[in-house]
């Protein structure tokens, strides 16, 4: 099986979805963001070949119940890299800024 690694700025991606919820949603919607994001994760560590090339070995996975994408790679010796987490209304190349 793959692992995670998780780019610090994806990490940010994150804690600013968590913060967003917290304030303008509630608890719950945060919970239940979580668990959806990290059950996509486990299912990309599974099936990571699995989602369409988009950019330059770059992937998608789009989380069911939230209008967010995960961006990642695989790299070598079974690491799959999380470059960002962003919302569908933004520019899927957002993340190559960074």
Do not use: C
């Not at 560590?45 to 967010?68: A, D, E, G």
């Amino acid at each position: 099986m793959y692992q995670l690694q998780i780019r610090k700025l994806a990490k940010e991606d994150i804690q600013d979805i968590v913060d967003y919820y917290d304030e303008n949603a509630s608890t719950f919607v945060t919970d239940r963001f979580l668990e959806n994001l990290f059950t996509e994760f486990e299912y990309i560590k599974s099936k990571p070949k699995s989602f369409q090339v988009k950019y330059k070995n770059t992937r998608v996975r789009y989380l069911k119940s939230f209008s967010f994408g995960i961006h990642y790679r695989i790299k070598e010796n079974s690491i799959i890299e999380i470059l960002a987490i962003l919302h569908t209304s933004r520019r899927p190349k957002t993340w190559k800024k960074r």
